[in-house]
T-cell receptor, first 114, second 113 residues
Framework: DTEVTQTPKHLVMGMTNKKSLKCEQH?????MYWYKQKAKKPPELMFV???????INESVPSRFSPECPNSSLLNLHLHALQPEDSALYLC?????????????FGPGTRLTVL | GESVGLHLPTLSVQEGDNSIINCAYS??????FIWYKQESGKGPQFIID?????DKRQGQRVTVLLNKTVKHLSLQIAATQPGDSAVYFC????????????FGSGTRLLVRP
């Protein structure tokens, strides 16, 4: 299995809602990532987990809360988002976060905040 | 600061022709470079990578060239097909201890039938 899966594919939420994005990989990768991508822009790194521990937080607002329950799963909990948070949220994984190696991306969750 | 950028935001080519997508990077210490293809509604897909100890690497219909002297990276696609239409990003692995992936701004490739 060389795939990163993400659910849901689309999500519409209000500014007072609480929702979660989910990501899963079964490649035995020990590093997992959340990226945010606005239209016509490159992905921007949000968080990096290495061996299930948060290793990088790119100054992301606290209304985004990542969680890594185990080595195969990565969640992104959303609360009190703003309309400008609407974007494609991409999950990725790699063998390690401490060396040069390829990151595999999931298809993303298209988030719309009303 | 570090940046990876592209010269052309949109490239239009005739089906069957060769495509060349260029990328300039600013961190001369970067060691690893990747080209990703992103189709509409999908996540970035790995195409080919190259390490700084090489200047050329070939895959199936794709070739990546690295010129460290001028900090330039290019992706060549041979016999471009309609399925090659997508946005292409170059990316660089940062050489600080974080090994973060730094993306360029992207080039849209349009293939004319």
């Amino acid at each position: 299995d060389t795939e990163v899966t993400q659910t849901p594919k689309h999500l519409v939420m209000g500014m007072t809602n609480k929702k979660s994005l989910k990501c899963e990989q079964h490649m035995g990768h020990r590093a997992m990532y959340w990226y945010k991508q606005k239209a016509k822009k490159p992905p921007e790194l949000m968080f990096v987990y290495s061996y299930e521990k948060l290793s990088i937080n790119e100054s992301v607002p606290s209304r985004f809360s990542p969680e890594c329950p185990n080595s195969s799963l990565l969640n992104l909990h959303l609360h009190a988002l703003q309309p400008e948070d609407s974007a494609l949220y991409l999950c990725a994984s790699s063998q390690s976060s401490q060396s040069n190696n390829e990151q595999f991306f999931g298809p993303g969750t298209r988030l719309t905040v009303l | 600061g570090e940046s990876v950028g592209l010269h052309l935001p949109t490239l239009s080519v005739q089906e069957g022709d060769n495509s060349i997508i260029n990328c300039a990077y600013s961190n001369s210490a970067s060691d690893y470079f990747i080209w990703y293809k992103q189709e509409s509604g999908k996540g970035p897909q790995f195409i080919i990578d190259i390490r700084s100890n090489m200047d050329k690497r070939q895959g199936q219909r794709v070739t990546v060239l690295l010129n460290k002297t001028v900090k330039h990276l290019s992706l060549q696609i041979a016999a471009t097909q309609p399925g090659d239409s997508a946005v292409y990003f170059c990316a660089e692995i940062g050489m600080d201890s974080s090994y973060k992936l730094i993306f360029g701004s992207g080039t849209r490739l349009l293939v004319r039938p």
